[in-house]
């Protein structure tokens, strides 16, 4: 696998021709935006002044004519940067990642499936609504994995009988297979109770949760300050988690600083990082030359594909040959 | 009167709560010991095969092998202890682990094939006893806090609970073994 100076190297050498030409279309978007945002004010001012006249301005016309703007500056945002998004993805992100390991398929608008991401039994709410992009399957150090974007949401109504939506996870969902056999089920998770009432009660807490296997307690105690962990045998949980692999989950969760799931089914780990974003879009208002940008992109992937030689996935246990 | 009865109510409340409890943890104790088991029962199975494959190579740890086969034979026996069977793992861990450091010096046994193939399959079992070591340790640890902690040691003493020993992850299981003293012993 390449370093992070050789794939930003990369960024700014291999890509540049791309890159500059990207940038022309950003920037023409920008101005067009700019235009639409401007007329867009002008007619809003126009319609409120009028509306403000004849109704009142806290007229229930009124809100549904500011929701009408939002819904129109939406759509306009979204169809003035779609064909950029995709440009964007075809010939820098794939090119990338092409760069980082040419085994790499890379499908922007493809996602992990819904079984896969269930299958982890990282969340146990139902899900109404499941969608994702930048869709990444390969192998690396001869370890199959994929990952992309994921934003799974679920579905309350109010007393009013309005609906909600709400985010259950939205971030990175990663699935590679495990280097040891395993039959049970292990579950990894943030530790909220602990922090917030401490770990005589959030122990305690933790230890009633029914909707969970039973809690198990490991021998690190920095790992159990930030983890929770659930499974179904502890020898087995004990096995996965050897001393050194808590380790390395900690290194990790103390880079990313975004909340860590990680789980351990039928063979294979499933790593939710909960970012709260879509990764891999391309910037609309900084420019695609800039450095902070250019990094943020090849870190976020360095980060996913270096997770499996983070863990020491590629190296192969013994018999599981 | 009512609240006397409240509070007595309260207290076989808490009572059958913290004796359950230990009963649990008991149980979890004895589970995980029978995983264990399984795993060393693993382990037992894989050595006759490699004492007999390796025995035609290592001409000068013929004692050591011999020990080995020993220790399987005593850790066997039906109806040892549970201390007895944590003592007997500590040996037989170590003698593994001086004849894996002794292979260094045959060229020809690690150019076997089948001799590998053992070694892989002992190498897992051994990561696998460490993980369980590590949950009966935790499982015990947990036990033998609730004996000895207020409240719950004033119903595990009526319960006639005992302490349970731990696995001691002995420091001669992380060194390299010193074949020697294993020889004079």
Same mark, same amino acid.
């Given at each position: 696998?390449?370093?992070?100076?050789?794939?930003?190297?990369?960024?700014?050498?291999?890509?540049?021709?791309?890159?500059?030409?990207?940038?022309?279309?950003?920037?023409?978007?920008?101005?067009?935006?700019?235009?639409?945002?401007?007329?867009?004010?002008?007619?809003?001012?126009?319609?409120?002044?009028?509306?403000?006249?004849?109704?009142?301005?806290?007229?229930?016309?009124?809100?549904?004519?500011?929701?009408?703007?939002?819904?129109?500056?939406?759509?306009?945002?979204?169809?003035?940067?779609?064909?950029?998004?995709?440009?964007?993805?075809?010939?820098?992100?794939?090119?990338?990642?092409?760069?980082?390991?040419?085994?790499?398929?890379?499908?922007?608008?493809?996602?992990?499936?819904?079984?896969?991401?269930? @299958?982890?039994?990282?969340?146990?709410?139902?899900?109404?609504?499941?969608?994702?992009?930048?869709?990444?399957?390969?192998?690396?150090?001869?370890?199959?994995?994929?990952?992309?974007?994921?934003?799974?949401?679920?579905?309350?109504?109010?007393?009013?009988?309005?609906?909600? =939506?709400?985010?259950?996870?939205?971030?990175?969902?990663?699935?590679?297979?495990?280097?040891?056999?395993?039959?049970?089920?292990?579950?990894?998770?943030?530790?909220?109770?602990?922090?917030?009432?401490?770990?005589?009660?959030?122990? =305690?807490?933790?230890?009633?949760?029914?909707?969970?296997?039973?809690?198990? @307690?490991?021998?690190?105690?920095?790992?159990?300050?930030?983890?929770?962990?659930?499974?179904?045998?502890?020898?087995?949980?004990?096995?996965?988690?050897?001393?050194?692999?808590?380790?390395?989950?900690?290194?990790?969760?103390? @880079?990313?600083?975004?909340?860590?799931?990680?789980?351990?089914?039928?063979?294979?780990?499933?790593?939710?990082?909960?970012?709260?974003?879509?990764?891999?879009?391309?910037?609309?208002?900084?420019?695609?030359?800039?450095?902070?940008?250019?990094?943020?992109?090849?870190?976020?992937?360095?980060?996913?594909?270096?997770?499996?030689?983070?863990?020491?996935?590629?190296?192969?246990? =013994?018999?599981?040959? | 009167?009512?609240?006397?009865?409240?509070?007595?109510?309260?207290?076989?409340?808490?009572?059958?709560?913290?004796?359950?409890?230990?009963?649990?943890?008991?149980?979890?104790?004895?589970?995980?010991?029978?995983?264990?088991?399984?795993?060393?029962?693993?382990?037992?199975?894989?050595?006759?095969?490699?004492?007999?494959?390796?025995?035609?190579?290592? /001409?000068?740890?013929?004692?050591?092998? /011999?020990?080995?086969?020993?220790?399987?034979?005593?850790?066997?026996?039906?109806?040892?202890?549970?201390?007895?069977?944590?003592?007997?793992?500590?040996?037989?861990?170590?003698?593994?682990?001086?004849?894996?450091?002794?292979?260094?010096?045959?060229?020809?046994?690690?150019?076997?094939?089948?001799?590998?193939?053992?070694?892989?399959?002992?190498?897992?079992?051994?990561?696998?006893?460490?993980?369980?070591?590590?949950?009966?340790?935790?499982?015990?640890?947990?036990?033998?806090?609730?004996?000895?902690?207020?409240?719950?040691?004033?119903?595990?003493?009526?319960?006639?609970?005992?302490?349970?020993?731990?696995?001691?992850?002995?420091?001669?299981?992380?060194?390299?073994?010193?074949?020697?003293?294993?020889?004079?012993?």
């Amino acid at each position: 696998m390449k370093s992070t100076s050789e794939l930003t190297d990369f960024y700014y050498k291999e890509l540049y021709p791309s890159l500059n030409e990207l940038e022309e279309t950003r920037k023409r978007i920008v101005s067009q935006l700019k235009w639409y945002g401007g007329m867009g004010l002008v007619v809003f001012s126009i319609a409120a002044l009028w509306m403000g006249k004849n109704f009142g301005l806290l007229h229930p016309l009124m809100i549904a004519v500011v929701i009408g703007f939002i819904v129109i500056a939406s759509i306009t945002y979204r169809f003035t940067t779609g064909g950029y998004t995709k440009d964007f993805k075809a010939r820098v992100i794939s090119p990338l990642i092409g760069a980082i390991d040419p085994h790499l398929l890379y499908n922007p608008d493809f996602m992990i499936t819904q079984y896969l991401f269930e @299958r982890s039994d990282l969340f146990k709410h139902s899900i109404d609504r499941y969608s994702g992009n930048d869709y990444v399957k390969g192998s690396i150090d001869g370890v199959p994995l994929e990952f992309s974007d994921i934003h799974a949401e679920y579905q309350t109504r109010d007393s009013k009988g309005r609906t909600q =939506w709400h985010t259950l996870f939205r971030g990175l969902f990663l699935v590679a297979e495990f280097n040891k056999h395993f039959k049970a089920k292990t579950v990894i998770l943030p530790d909220q109770a602990e922090k917030n009432f401490g770990s005589l009660i959030g122990g =305690w807490l933790q230890s009633i949760n029914f909707s969970r296997d039973d809690l198990i @307690r490991l021998d690190d105690p920095e790992f159990e300050k930030h983890f929770v962990v659930y499974g179904s045998d502890q020898i087995e949980t004990h096995y996965i988690l050897s001393h050194s692999m808590m380790k390395r989950i900690l290194d990790f969760q103390r @880079r990313v600083s975004h909340p860590l799931f990680i789980s351990f089914v039928h063979n294979h780990i499933h790593i939710g990082i909960g970012t709260g974003k879509d990764l891999f879009e391309p910037a609309v208002f900084t420019s695609l030359l800039d450095y902070k940008q250019a990094m943020e992109y090849v870190n976020t992937l360095q980060n996913t594909i270096g997770l499996i030689e983070e863990l020491k996935l590629n190296e192969k246990l =013994w018999s599981k040959e | 009167m009512s609240v006397l009865l409240i509070v007595l109510g309260v207290v076989v409340l808490i009572a059958i709560l913290m004796y359950n409890s230990l009963i649990g943890k008991k149980n979890q104790v004895d589970n995980i010991f029978a995983g264990v088991d399984a795993v060393l029962k693993k382990r037992f199975d894989l050595i006759p095969n490699l004492v007999a494959s390796v025995s035609q190579y290592m /001409e000068h740890e013929k004692s050591t092998l /011999e020990k080995v086969t020993e220790l399987r034979a005593q850790a066997m026996k039906p109806g040892i202890s549970e201390d007895q069977k944590i003592a007997l793992d500590a040996k037989l861990s170590a003698a593994l682990g001086s004849i894996t450091v002794a292979m260094e010096a045959y060229p020809d046994l690690k150019a076997n094939e089948n001799v590998m193939h053992l070694m892989r399959s002992l190498n897992e079992i051994e990561e696998q006893i460490s993980a369980a070591r590590r949950a009966y340790n935790q499982a015990v640890t947990d036990l033998n806090n609730a004996i000895e902690m207020f409240p719950t040691n004033l119903i595990a003493g009526w319960m006639n609970l005992q302490r349970r020993a731990v696995f001691e992850i002995t420091a001669t299981e992380r060194q390299n073994v010193d074949v020697n003293a294993l020889f004079n012993r």
